[in-house]
């Protein structure tokens, strides 16, 4: 695989377009918002993982291309931006049957740091991506327990007057919870796979996170067919 280089942190709509110009050759960190400072995750090689891509170990040398082979991606290839989803930005919990606010509220978890990285391979030609989250839990006025489930969702979409959904997962994060000081977690999504966009396609691709608490149901199972008797 080729390593892509992702644009530079997501602004505002107006430069977004321009950013993502930028040539594909590696990845870099991007902060969404600067709600808390965000401590070590809990599982180390989740954690070491996330380092890796915020660029605090350094990278293993890449294996040069066989003579004669083609390894780098397409010019007009980008890696897209991280956006927080609009209104998927926090996840409040309350008591049963009470709304998760004042002193209802169990528990909010928040995003805080993203980074993304794209390898493009020219075998295929197809994308995959790996998206890092850190983020917190913050205990509310009720209480939280002592383990809590975070929903997220990592989708990659072309944006524009018809948003189109390229590839989309659902993940559930287990995060330990101690006391009123809450609880830290980290994520890598890294199974993701698209098809490389042609042409000016590539500029409208962004890679939305959020947190949506549908991934904690647990999928329908199919219904079979009734033997007839």
């Known amino acids: 695989m080729a390593p892509v280089a992702d644009s530079t942190e997501a602004h ?4 977004a377009g321009q ?4 040539p594909f050759r590696l990845a870099i960190m991007v902060t969404v918002c600067c709600i808390v400072a965000v401590s070590p995750a809990h599982s180390q090689s989740l954690g070491d993982r996330f380092k890796e891509m915020f660029g605090i170990k350094s990278q293993p040398e890449r294996a040069p291309p066989a003579s004669g082979a083609t ?4 010019e007009d290839l980008t890696c897209p931006p991280v956006t927080i989803r609009s209104g998927a930005s926090t996840y409040a919990v309350g008591l049963p049957g009470k709304t998760a606010s004042g002193p209802d509220l169990r528990y909010q978890a ?15 030609h197809q994308i995959a991506i790996k998206v890092g989250i850190q983020g917190r839990v913050i205990v509310g006025p009720a209480g939280a327990p002592p383990t809590v489930e975070v929903p997220l969702r990592v989708a990659v979409v072309e944006d524009g007057v018809s948003s189109k959904t390229i590839a989309t997962k659902a993940y559930t994060v287990t995060v330990n919870v101690s006391g009123e ?3 830290t977690y980290s994520f890598v999504s890294s199974d993701i796979v698209y098809p490389a966009p042609q042409g000016a396609a590539a500029d409208r691709y962004v ?3 959020g947190f949506d608490p549908q991934a904690l149901k647990p999928e329908p199972k199919p219904h079979g067919k009734r033997k007839k008797s």
């Open 19 to 22: 950013l993502r110009r930028c």
């Open 181 to 183: 000081d809450g609880g």
């Open 207 to 209: 890679f939305y996170i």
């Open 71 to 74: 390894a780098s991606a397409p």
């Open 12 to 15: 505002g709509p107006a430069v």
């Open 110 to 124: 928040t995003i805080g740091e993203t980074a993304r990285e794209c390898d493009y391979n020219t075998d295929t």
